[in-house]
């Protein structure tokens, strides 16, 4: 049976954001070794960025599954991948352990639908997570009934790329679930049209 990770990183050590928006294949730092006994090809991982002192949104900004077993860097498959000039000493134990992780999906910023704290803290489930209570550690393996609620929440925030741009209002008196509006006259015919937010225009027949 496979396990789920969180892998906390700190962007007061590294660039977090950056290291998982340039690369597909990361390496990641086991803290201990009986945590690196546990992890095993195929396990779910998710990468949660903390909030370092510049006070960046902490959360979940990637997922990913382990394919390369923990081992010491100097046994590395890819030590090209360890992108050390991302990190602030610029180098690395020979004897550090870390695990590969192929990353399957990001979601950097809000704006790209990262999990942030917030909305995990706020989850009856999930918010006595050590990483919520505590904050501190790289690897936290999780139980399988939270695994299953992240895996839920983090499915919620899916966004088809061909929709990203579309704004969702919820449920609107009248309309079937679904409805979309192509113009400004149409958000305005529902109800919608509120001149001083979200950016609408007064000039009503320019499309949406």
Same mark, same amino acid.
């Given at each position: 049976?496979?396990?789920?990770?969180i892998f906390?990183?700190n962007?007061?050590r590294?660039d977090?954001s950056r290291?998982?928006t340039?690369?597909?294949?990361?390496? /990641?730092?086991? =803290?201990?070794?009986?945590?690196?006994d546990q992890?095993k090809? @195929?396990?779910s991982?998710?990468?949660w960025?903390?909030s370092?002192?510049?006070s960046?949104?902490?959360?979940?900004?990637?997922?990913? +599954?382990?394919?390369?077993?923990c081992?010491?860097?100097?046994?590395?498959? $890819?030590?090209?991948?360890l992108?050390?000039?991302?990190w #602030?000493?610029?180098?690395?134990?020979?004897?550090?352990? +870390?695990v590969?992780?192929?990353i399957?999906?990001?979601?950097?910023?809000?704006?790209?639908?990262?999990?942030? =704290? +917030?909305?995990?803290?706020k989850?009856?489930?999930?918010k006595?997570?050590?990483?919520?209570?505590? @904050?501190?550690?790289?690897?936290f393996?999780?139980?399988a =009934?939270?695994? #299953?609620?992240? $895996?839920?929440? /983090?499915s919620?925030?899916q966004?088809?790329?061909?929709d990203?741009?579309?704004?969702?209002?919820?449920?609107?008196?009248?309309?079937?679930?679904?409805s +979309?509006?192509?113009?400004?006259?149409q958000i %305005?015919?529902?109800g919608?049209? %509120?001149? $001083?937010?979200?950016g609408?225009? =007064?000039?009503?027949n320019? @499309?949406?």
């Amino acid at each position: 049976m496979s396990n789920t990770w969180i892998f906390q990183g700190n962007p007061d050590r590294f660039d977090v954001s950056r290291y998982i928006t340039d690369f597909d294949y990361i390496y /990641w730092y086991v =803290r201990f070794q009986s945590h690196g006994d546990q992890m095993k090809i @195929g396990d779910s991982v998710y990468i949660w960025r903390a909030s370092g002192v510049q006070s960046q949104t902490a959360g979940i900004i990637a997922t990913g +599954k382990i394919n390369e077993r923990c081992k010491p860097v100097s046994d590395l498959n $890819h030590p090209e991948y360890l992108a050390l000039d991302y990190w #602030e000493t610029g180098e690395v134990d020979p004897s550090e352990l +870390k695990v590969g992780v192929s990353i399957v999906n990001k979601r950097i910023s809000q704006e790209s639908n990262m999990l942030t =704290r +917030k909305t995990i803290a706020k989850n009856k489930i999930l918010k006595s997570l050590p990483i919520i209570t505590a @904050g501190v550690g790289s690897n936290f393996i999780l139980e399988a =009934r939270q695994a #299953e609620e992240l $895996h839920s929440l /983090w499915s919620e925030g899916q966004v088809d790329e061909a929709d990203e741009s579309i704004q969702m209002f919820g449920e609107i008196d009248g309309y079937p679930e679904g409805s +979309k509006f192509e113009t400004r006259m149409q958000i %305005k015919g529902a109800g919608l049209h %509120k001149y $001083h937010i979200n950016g609408i225009s =007064r000039v009503l027949n320019i @499309g949406c």
